[in-house]
Every structure is written in structure tokens, then in C-alpha cells.
């Protein structure tokens, strides 16, 4: 693993283009990696998030940015120190149906094969949206237990919003045209609770500092806190 600040080395000879930005820099990133990377070298999202000036979602920033090229969704309950760490994990990776999506072809299975190890298992799907808005919305939820966390309300208290947050996940999937079992899979059950209980959430420890009457401090050096831009676009 090398790290470099030039972009252009960074995207020399790539066959695959990982966007881990934060979801509000994702199109500039775009735009900067469609002038260097070649037009045929997939896209393969990791921001989790709504574009607060447009309302749209990630996949639908980067068609904008670099139209015509392939591009896939990756998300899912992933801690990042646990994934480093070899704990089992499993996450989902979305792209647009073009053919068999079992075929080795597709662009989701490449991805899944490229990423998967022992420990890390992709799932396929080519439900984009559903994945999409499972990544984004479960933040605002995880900020709001957070909170309750904060304000010392208990584990039913909890149980209460993950739940009746998750029913509103689905129901918003479903105005955009995602599917229902998709949200109550990995990429939006399974990553809502993970968000939601852990302070390894920044979403969680920020809502936590809230509930406690703090002002968390939100710098550019910082965590992305990426619920408390996207409490407002979704």
C-alpha cells in the first residue's frame, strides 16, 4: 500500500477507482478522477450521503460528474479499525442489472471478488438506490440515538428509534424506488445497527455529546460527522 497526494500517480494504471471521500467533496473528487482516469475504468462509491445542495444522491453525483462511466455502490456495517483487523464483516456491493449479476463479468462480482478476503465477504445486489439511501439515512438515525444515549433514556428508548427509523428508511427507499428487503439487509438493517450502538460511530458520539448539553467541535481536521450534514438533505 503506497499513500501519495498526486493524483495522477495515484490513478496510474488503475483498473478500479475507490471513491472514499466525504459526501460532500464527492463531486469535486469525481471531476478531478474523470480528467485523469480513463473513461472505461470503473467508479466504485464509498460515500454515504445525500449532495445538500442538489438533493441527490451519491451515484447520481457521479453520473453528473463522469456520465457514461461504470460505476458501483459499496457500503454495509463496517467499522474501519475492525475491518483492518480482520474481523469477519460483511458488506453489500450494488451496480446497475446489465446481464446476470452472478456472472463474473458483471461489474458488481468484480468488485466483490477484487475486495473480498477470509474475513471480509461482499454481497451482490443491483438494487443502487436501496443501498444508497440505507448508507445515508442510517447516520441521522445513529445521531439521534446518540442523543437519547446522551439524555440517558435507556435501551427501549433506543430500540424505539432504530426501529421506527429503520420503517422510515424504507418507506423514503421506497419513494425513490429502492427495494423494501434491500434496506433490511446489510446495507440498511445491518448497517443501522451497528451505526446506532456503538460510540466507534462518530454519528453516535456526536448525538451522545449533543444529548449531554456539548457542542462537538467539527473542524476540517476532524471526523466526518456525515449525519449532521445529511439530517438536513435527506
Known sequence: LEVTDDLAVALAGADLVVLVCPS??????TRRVAVEAPSHVPLVICSKGVEARTGLLMSQVVAEEAPGRPQAV????????EVAADMPTAATV???????????DHLAARV?????????RPY???DVIGVEIGGAAKNVIAIACGVADGLGLGSNTRAAIITRGLAEIIRLGA??????????????????MLTCSSEQSRNFSFGKAL????????????????????????
Open 124 to 126: 451482490l445486489s443491483d
Open 112 to 120: 466483490a471478488v477484487a475486495f473480498a478476503t477470509e474475513t471480509f
Open 24 to 29: 460532500q467533496h464527492l463531486r469535486a473528487m
Open 211 to 234: 444529548g449531554q448539553g456539548r457542542r462537538p467541535h467539527r473542524d476540517e481536521n476532524g471526523p466526518v460527522v456525515e449525519g449532521a450534514v445529511n439530517a438536513r438533505s435527506v
Open 175 to 192: 419513494a425513490l424506488g429502492a427495494r423494501p428487503e434491500t434496506l433490511s439487509g446489510l446495507a440498511g438493517a445491518g448497517d443501522l
Open 94 to 104: 450494488a451496480a446497475p442489472l446489465d446481464g446476470d449479476i452472478f456472472d463474473p
Open 74 to 81: 459499496l457500503s454495509g456495517p463496517t467499522f474501519a479499525a
